[in-house]
């Protein structure tokens, strides 16, 4: 599955930003998704995963009750909407599919989209 990623930008302490996350080729339905992030120096941090239906989530204590991951099935979309940023969010965000395995785990993601960037300014 190929994936590109949109949504990156400014946006002040506090403000909010959606990420989406387009995907092409093999069944979407058929994979799990999850946003990743890296900023300078760091290494790739995991902000959300959801399972293939949509059902069950997961989130970092980082980023847990400030960051809401949803898929559309119908869209082939994958989306983050990502409210009451930091600073420290600062990152660029890569969406990612895994066909198996522990989403948890950025090792069973076979696919990755280009990534985009997201400044949050203090």
């Known amino acids: 599955v190929q994936l590109q990623a949109c949504g990156g930008g400014l946006v002040q302490a506090g403000g909010s930003l959606g990420l989406s996350c387009a995907a092409s080729?093999?069944?979407?339905?058929?994979?799990?998704m999850g946003w990743f992030r890296q900023a300078p120096g760091k290494e790739r941090e995991l902000v959300a995963t959801?399972?293939?239906?949509?059902?069950?989530?997961y989130y970092p204590d980082s980023v847990k009750g400030r960051f809401t991951i949803s898929r559309d099935n119908a869209k082939n979309t994958v989306y983050l909407q990502m409210n009451s940023l930091k600073p420290e969010d600062t990152a660029v965000y890569y969406c990612?599919?895994?066909?198996?395995?522990?989403?948890?785990?950025?090792?069973?993601?076979?696919?990755w989209g280009q990534g985009t960037q997201v400044t949050v300014s203090s």
């Open positions: 990612a599919a895994t066909p198996g395995g522990s989403p948890l785990s950025s090792y069973n993601y076979n696919s």
């Open positions: 080729g093999r069944t979407f339905s058929g994979y799990a």
């Open positions: 959801i399972s293939r239906s949509g059902i069950s989530t």
